[in-house]
């Protein structure tokens, strides 16, 4: 299930917006104002954003540039009742993937949704290879190159990793990553999923502007 955070301060329409997408089987967080969204947006991880544009403290060309300088890759939709071609031309600048004018069809935005969210999950499966600092990972094969140098990892080693890197920056939540690739979630599976996130910052750690960090209790965080 895909996780949205929906900004859109007119209770009536983000109360209406939050259960219609909802069931539709997406998980949605919806604040009302720019700057709560953005506290919102740091503390979790998202699929998609929705972004009212005239907003309260921030608005969402405000919003949508803050996002995009924290997570290039984050696809946006802007929600709103500026309807004018230059309104339109500046939210693409801006960065956004799609621009539904008020007022709203639900189903054309869950089709729309659904075709930003196939786009981006393409765009992200194209990308085989990562630069983490001064490392190369190719996950296709399994190795992790650094001045020469290689490493070749097991195949969990990898996935940890490739997981990481595919929201790099992000936070990557212990749940999604014990469902994924443990199955489950109990003490002895995150056990081990610590041993492979200790492994992974062995290797790391030659490259010192490169971290993985731990958000107690939340999950990880690949960054440098």
Not at 94 to 101: L, N, P
Request: charged share 30%.
């Amino acid at each position: 299930m895909n996780r949205i955070l929906l900004v859109e301060d007119d209770a009536n329409l983000g109360y209406i917006l939050k259960e219609y997408l909802q069931m539709n089987d997406l998980i949605v967080e919806w604040v009302k104002d720019g700057e709560e969204g953005m506290k919102v947006f740091e503390s979790s991880k998202f699929d998609l954003c929705i972004l009212d544009i005239m907003m309260p403290k921030k608005d969402g060309f405000e919003v949508a540039h803050e996002i995009k300088a924290k997570s290039p890759e984050m696809p946006l939709i802007f929600l709103t009742a500026k309807s004018l071609k230059i309104d339109k031309l500046k939210g693409f600048k801006a960065g956004c993937d799609d621009y539904i004018v008020k007022p709203v069809d639900e189903e054309e935005l869950i089709a729309r949704i659904h075709a930003v969210l196939r786009r981006s999950n393409n765009l992200r499966e194209v990308k085989q290879q990562y630069n983490i600092g001064s490392f190369h990972f190719d996950p296709k094969i399994q190795k992790l190159e650094r001045e020469g140098k290689s490493i070749h990892l097991t195949q969990k080693e990898s996935r940890v990793l490739h997981m990481l890197c595919i929201s790099y920056g992000e936070l990557v939540e212990s749940d999604h990553i014990l469902k994924e690739l443990w199955g489950q979630n109990d003490y002895f599976k995150r056990r081990s999923m610590d041993v492979f996130i200790s492994k992974i910052r062995k290797y790391l750690s030659v490259d010192s502007t490169v971290q993985i960090t731990n958000v107690h209790g939340k999950g990880y965080i690949l960054e440098g």
